[in-house]
């Protein structure tokens, strides 16, 4: 068989057509990222905003088109003059679905690929019991919304609670949900649709859907630290998601707080996410009244007759704000932004942990950073996921 050399001009032929492949790739992965930040736009505008020259802008917007991942509406008939079609992400010939696996609610939503999710196009389920019955449910559920899709479907978003494992392509374990320990429920789902789903760590995607969606847009040193269920967090550094060896790192909730503490989900004692969640205030508030308390019912509560709880309320402040000041000091980041409902959902409450996240934290490292409650949520990130997929399974960021 003959070789061909490096510098045979058949093999120079090649690399250059894998480079302009590559760099077309390029250019179709800014324009999108520019359309998801400006919204509607003209080739015009998309020229000025992106830096490509307008024979470049031109060729990607018909390629992207060809994908399905934009559409052209007309704009208003306000302009003078003949103003031009403007793109926008496909929101009406193309969905995609995002799916919320967590201890007690399953959520499904579809949305365009502009992102925005509605309670329409939303479905919620308990958690089934086992893993059997969890496929089984969530594949109904997507088969009922997409019925209702018009369009292509690019991909599902899933998004889980737990340690999921990159290099492995599966949940690890997961402390506070264990039918999913070993499992990938995205591959399986991949397979009874048909169609491509992406397994998102529920703080990777919550991170995702604040930088797509939400006020993370432009920053590229930011935290979101999930304090619901589980402690969970999520970093943005450099613009890119802290992933470690096998994308587990950002395991705070596992730090040992209190030795001799109850036992977690993980099988360790006292973790900081026994003490630091929505989940430790219920458990807390529901041990104090002898009896079982639901998330609703505990918010409730709180809202009735706080004053009963002050102790409760004050183990938890105090624990997540340690929680808080842990992730300035380590990470450094611009913005936290912090998810949860009984504390973080709370501007009174809220106002209390940040006061004792200035007793915690290094004053200078709290001086570059500002503390937040998320606005964005787990349905979000998880259409957020799918979307981050698409763009990056396309090409590479070069910012
Ligand atoms: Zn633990």
Redesign the pocket.
């Known amino acids: 068989m003959s070789r061909i050399g490096a510098d045979h001009p058949d093999a120079r032929g090649r690399e250059n057509r894998v480079e302009s492949t590559l760099l077309r790739r390029i250019n179709e992965r800014r324009l999108l990222e520019v359309i998801q930040q400006q919204g509607p736009s003209s080739r015009a505008a998309l020229t000025r905003l992106s830096g490509l020259t307008a024979p470049t802008v031109s060729k990607a917007v018909e390629s992207l088109l060809k994908r399905g991942l934009v559409e052209e509406l007309d704009p208003l008939e306000q302009s003078l003059g003949r103003p031009g079609r403007l793109v926008r992400m496909a929101a009406e010939s193309a969905a995609v679905l995002g799916i919320v696996i967590d201890a007690e609610v399953c959520c499904i939503a579809a949305a365009g690929l502009d992102g925005k999710v509605t309670e329409e196009q939303t479905r919620r389920i308990p958690t089934p019991d086992t893993y059997g019955a969890l496929l089984a449910a969530l594949e109904s559920q997507c088969r009922e919304l997409l019925g209702g899709v018009t369009g292509r479907v690019h991909g599902i978003g899933v998004s889980v609670p737990g340690l999921v494992n990159e290099r492995l392509e599966e949940i690890v374990f997961s402390?506070n949900l264990h039918l999913l320990d070993k499992r990938n429920p995205a591959s399986d789902l991949a397979e009874r649709l048909g169609i491509p789903c992406v397994l998102l760590q529920e703080s990777d995607a919550l991170c995702l859907g604040e930088q797509l969606y939400g006020d993370a847009r432009g920053l590229r040193d930011f935290a979101v630290l999930d304090a619901s269920m589980g402690l969970g967090l999520g970093v943005m550094s450099g613009g890119q998601l802290l992933a470690g060896h096998s994308g587990m790192a950002g395991e705070v909730?596992?730090i040992t707080v209190d030795p001799d503490g109850i036992r977690?989900?993980?099988g360790?004692r006292g973790?900081l996410?026994t003490l630091a969640t929505d989940a430790a205030l219920v458990r807390l508030m529901s041990e104090k009244l002898g009896r079982a308390l639901t998330l609703d019912a505990a918010a409730a509560l709180l809202g009735e007759r706080a004053a009963d709880f002050q102790h409760e309320l004050r183990t938890v402040t105090e624990y997540l704000a340690s929680a808080i000041a842990a992730v300035i000091n380590i990470f450094n980041p611009t913005t936290l932004y912090v998810h949860g409902m009984l504390l973080a959902g709370n501007e009174e409450r809220f106002v209390r942990v940040l006061e004792r996240v200035k007793q915690r934290a290094l004053t200078a490292s709290l001086a570059d950073c500002t503390v937040v409650a998320t606005r964005s949520s787990k349905r979000q990130g998880a259409i957020a996921g799918i979307m981050h997929h698409l763009t990056n399974a396309w090409a590479p960021s070069i910012r």
């Open positions: 402390p909730g596992h977690c989900g993980c360790n973790c996410e």
